[in-house]
């Protein structure tokens, strides 16, 4: 979110917030809607899982990330920019495709890259534009994520430490797209994000 709005060259102003909490939003409603669509899948191979282990119901999850996907895209809507909704509203088909469709879709990893591409759009243009540099920064982003996700999905449960690695690597990726927008310091707000992330995948249960 903040690399896409240094790379579009806008200053970091009051609205970044709005934007940050409204992607974060978007996010959050994935997560609830993944286990929600993956509820049989996870009763035959993940009884641990949220749904299967009868934490919550699907139809509270659901209904969250339902709720949390409608929340985030009015936030974005607050603004009145009619691009940076188009772009948000493409962002959570992106997420809600996802979850409905990635189990044995080989165009999976892609997809998931798209959606944290759509992040830096979505930032850019409720702040500033989209530009060529932006779009290539989205591109490397989604195509980062990607190969992540196929990685991912090709190692299973013996990747051990390589994917969590390769996911706090994102916030390297951001590091470099900030640092290339000329960010100065929150070059290290990204950075921060690597350490910050193996952290939490390590105390947050299910990450």
């Known amino acids: 979110m903040l ?3 240094i790379i579009s060259g806008v200053a970091v102003t009051g609205d970044v917030a709005r934007i940050c ?30 749904i299967p282990a009868g934490d919550v119901t699907a139809r509270e999850a659901f209904v969250t990330g339902w709720v949390l996907l409608g929340t985030g895209l009015l936030l974005v809507a607050f603004g009145g920019n009619a691009t940076a909704l188009v772009w948000a509203t493409l962002l959570a088909a992106a997420i809600v495709f996802y979850n409905y469709r990635h189990k044995g879709n080989p165009f999976g990893p892609l997809v998931m890259g798209v959606c944290r591409g759509l992040v830096y759009c979505v930032a850019a243009a409720a702040l500033a534009s989209v530009t060529r540099t932006v779009g290539v920064g989205a591109v490397l982003l989604a195509a ?19 994917i969590p690695l390769l996911i706090a690597g994102i916030s390297i990726v951001d590091a470099i797209m900030i640092e290339a927008g000329g960010g100065g310091p929150f070059v290290w707000i990204a950075l921060a994000g690597f350490p910050a992330t193996l952290l939490l995948q390590r105390v947050v249960p299910g990450t």
């Open 3 to 5: 690399a896409g709005t």
């Open 144 to 162: 980062y994520v990607g190969a992540l996700t196929l990685v991912a999905k090709a190692a299973g449960r013996r990747a051990q430490w390589m």
């Open 21 to 50: 909490v409204a992607v974060s939003l978007l996010y959050t409603a994935g997560m609830f809607l993944n286990d929600a669509f993956d509820r049989e899948f996870d009763a035959r191979v993940r009884p641990d899982r949220p």
